[in-house]
């Protein structure tokens, strides 16, 4: 009963924070799973018995072995069956409330070589047509993600940082905590996500009409994965971008020649009046291309987590044909929060002024005065200190048992050496302690930058940028 009274005080504080502060994302009510689901049931069957307050997923591969994307076979066929009871907890016997093949892969890129795999699975019919389902309460798609944490020892950074980003942005994927079993092998905690793609709900954009020489799009900023969906921006062509742009929406079987120019010509407008002398000029610069509040909330959030992968890697970008150029969705925090395996942070230091496309923006007084007074609204409501201690600690609460379980298969990481970061000394020899360590860094990399945001007019300042601007 305690559980329900506060979380019905949660839902509450979170509903007066969305209509009270106009400044945050009012066009998407987020559902947070650890304060709207079920909390752990008891229950009478034998102690034997799997038994979660989670939503279960079970994945019947036939024994076939899950390929990586990089391996010649890409996808593999299986069954998926989607245990998801409001009332009561989950348990394996139960009658599936989702059943579906599924096509399914190894995702990823380091993450490809950790024990435990992340996947990318699409849902489809005997015909291998799509089959669209609202997996665990999301909106109806058929491709979905299901990230397993194992580099990040709290099991927490994408669940809270995707649910909080999606309270500031326009676009951020809905995320839901499950645990999994493949072949009747408990793989512990997941957190089941949404795919970046074109739908009501994901990337809300125009469907593309075949044959139309003109078109809505999505586009990935990473290492590149089929050269058929690479395109050459003019940030690549001239060098301040070492990343490789693929198309992501309109699908690979609708892209041509014609296609491809277009979309690389549209984002290479914005480039050229991006490094143009006239890139601060309202009708000539770089405003009249894009969504600029869009830009100005990616950098809050991914310098606050310090997830500098963000602009590399992992990056998008989307249009609706009757629109601006927006950046976005934010995607992956496993390596946010110093949880990077080779690269320690300190919580100190601005990096976004180094990135591509912003290299240009925080030149811009502009630009950086939204950047200034966003990050300080920010600071008093989602980003406060109170909130997203509370979200943590709310959200460990949720997860309870099903934490011990998770580590009772991948507690080795926890280890002197299996620990996975580098230096060693980095790695928490218990979760309180990697729970503890993400609460602090939260808490230093706030203050550090309550005390320093204003110090990012240094980058627009005349002083540094007379040669360029003459």
């Known amino acids: 009963m305690r559980r329900k009274i506060t979380s019905i005080i949660a839902i509450i504080c979170l509903v007066a924070i969305s209509i009270g502060f106009t400044f945050l994302n009012s066009d998407n009510i987020r559902y947070h799973q650890h304060l709207m689901a079920q909390s752990h049931q008891n229950c009478s069957h034998s102690t034997d018995d799997f038994c979660t307050h989670i939503p279960l997923i079970k994945i019947d591969t036939s024994s076939q072995q899950i390929p990586a994307f990089e391996d010649g076979k890409i996808f593999i066929e299986s069954d998926i069956s989607i245990f998801d009871k409001e009332d009561y907890n989950n348990h394996l016997y139960d009658q599936p409330d989702i059943q579906s093949t599924i096509l399914i892969r190894a995702r990823g890129n380091s993450s490809l070589f950790f024990d435990k795999k992340s996947y990318f699975i699409k849902l489809i019919n005997d015909d ?41 942005m326009k676009t951020a994927p809905d995320v839901r905590f499950c645990e999994v079993f493949i072949n009747d092998q408990y ?70 020649e014609q296609l491809n120019k277009y979309i690389s010509d549209n984002i290479s407008q914005f480039e050229k009046a991006l490094y143009s002398y006239d890139y601060d000029d309202p009708k000539l610069g770089y405003r009249k291309h894009i969504d600029v509040m869009s830009f100005v909330d990616y950098l809050i959030i991914n310098e606050f987590t310090q997830n500098y992968d963000a602009g590399i890697y992992s990056t998008y970008l ?126 230093d990399r706030g203050n550090w930058m309550d005390d320093n945001i204003d110090s990012l007019m240094q980058f627009c300042h005349d002083s540094r940028n007379k040669s360029f601007n003459d």
Do not use: C
Not at 143 to 149: A, F, K, N, Q, Y
Not at 414 to 434: I, Q, T, V
């Open 187 to 256: 793989m512990g905690l997941y957190v089941m996500m949404e795919s970046i793609s074109r739908a009501e709900g994901r990337v809300d954009i125009a469907k593309y009409n075949e044959n139309d020489p003109f078109t809505s799009y999505i586009i990935r900023l990473d290492r590149g994965s089929d050269p058929e969906e690479e395109i050459t921006l003019f940030s690549g062509y001239t060098y301040n971008s070492d990343s490789i742009a693929n198309i992501v929406y309109p699908p690979k079987h609708y892209l041509n």
């Open 318 to 443: 989307f249009r609706d044909i009757k629109g601006k150029l927006e950046i976005g969705p934010v995607w992956d925090f496993n390596n946010a929060y110093d949880n990077y395996m080779e690269t320690p942070m300190n919580t100190t230091g601005f990096s976004f002024q180094n990135k591509v496309w912003y290299i240009m923006l925080m030149k811009d007084e502009y630009f950086v005065n939204l950047v200034i007074q966003r990050y300080k609204q920010l600071r008093k409501t989602v980003l406060s200190e109170e909130y997203v201690i509370g979200y943590i600690e709310d959200t460990v609460e949720y997860l309870g048992p099903a934490i011990d379980r998770n580590f009772e298969v991948w507690g080795y990481t926890f280890l002197a050496d299996r620990g996975m970061l580098l230096p060693k000394d980095r790695n928490h020899k218990s979760y309180e302690a990697a729970l503890n360590q993400l609460k602090q860094f939260i808490i």
């Open 128 to 168: 291998h047509s799509e089959n669209k389902q609202k997996v665990l309460g999301m909106d109806n798609h058929d491709e979905w993600v299901l990230h397993g944490p194992i580099l990040d020892k709290t099991l927490i950074r994408n669940y809270i940082s995707m649910n909080l980003s999606g309270q500031i």
